[in-house]
């Protein structure tokens, strides 16, 4: 006796098969759709707007501080002065604040005071940073601090996108959900009377 293949069903198929989409699901609402779209949108803002706001900062504060410490350089120079006095005393880093003097480039004496190392004794020779009037300054910005300053700009840009993001999908969200409960409120109101209804028979 031969096995025969039992035939396929025919009809109409369960409605387990069915395939319904989600926008055919009754239950999902115009606000539903709305936040669905809009997180979508804001990933993509997230996604784009992240690493171009990160780039684009820290490029422009890397740029902004590099002319900043190339200005630095033709304005600041270093000169050799001499301490007038011993450095006494001892404080927690090692350095203490001392009077110097020097002679700049068109022979007149200056003074000034500089951080000196605990100790140094009077005419000790000493570098100094100084700017066009002749006054102790410090040294002008390095290449390393420039590009520290851009990745931190880039670093808080891009916490600052993720905040947006964040706040307006939050903000979104409030004024949604404001609006559901008020379209419950007000459905309810309506249901109410005919559910209550069918416990007092």
């Known amino acids: 006796m031969s096995t025969q293949n039992p035939p396929h069903a025919s009809g109409p198929p ?3 098969q069915e395939h319904v989409p989600k926008r055919a699901n009754p239950l999902c ?3 539903d759709r709305f936040e669905s779209w809009f997180r979508r949108f804001l990933m993509l803002v997230l996604l784009l707007g992240l690493p171009a ?3 684009g900062a820290g490029l422009t504060a890397y740029e902004a501080s590099m002319r900043s410490a190339q200005a630095q350089s033709v304005e600041r120079h270093e000169v050799t002065a001499r301490l007038t006095s011993t450095v006494k005393g ?27 190392t605990s100790g140094t004794p009077k005419g000790t020779s000493v570098r100094v940073w100084v700017d066009r009037d002749g006054g102790i300054t410090g040294p002008p910005m390095s290449e390393l601090a420039a590009r520290t300053n851009g990745w ?5 840009a891009a916490v600052g996108v993720v905040a947006g993001v964040y706040a307006a999908r939050a903000g979104v969200r409030h004024v949604l959900d404001h609006g559901r409960y008020a379209q419950w409120d007000s459905e309810w109101d309506l249901v109410e009377p005919l559910w209550s209804a069918r416990f007092r028979r």
């Open 14 to 16: 369960s409605p387990r």
């Open 53 to 55: 706001a990160a780039l």
């Open 152 to 156: 931190f700009v880039a670093g808080m």
């Open 90 to 116: 001892v404080t927690a880093d090692g350095k203490q604040r001392a009077a110097v003097r020097w002679t700049d480039g068109s022979g007149a004496v200056r003074t000034g005071t500089t951080l000196v």
């Open 29 to 31: 609402r115009t606000s």
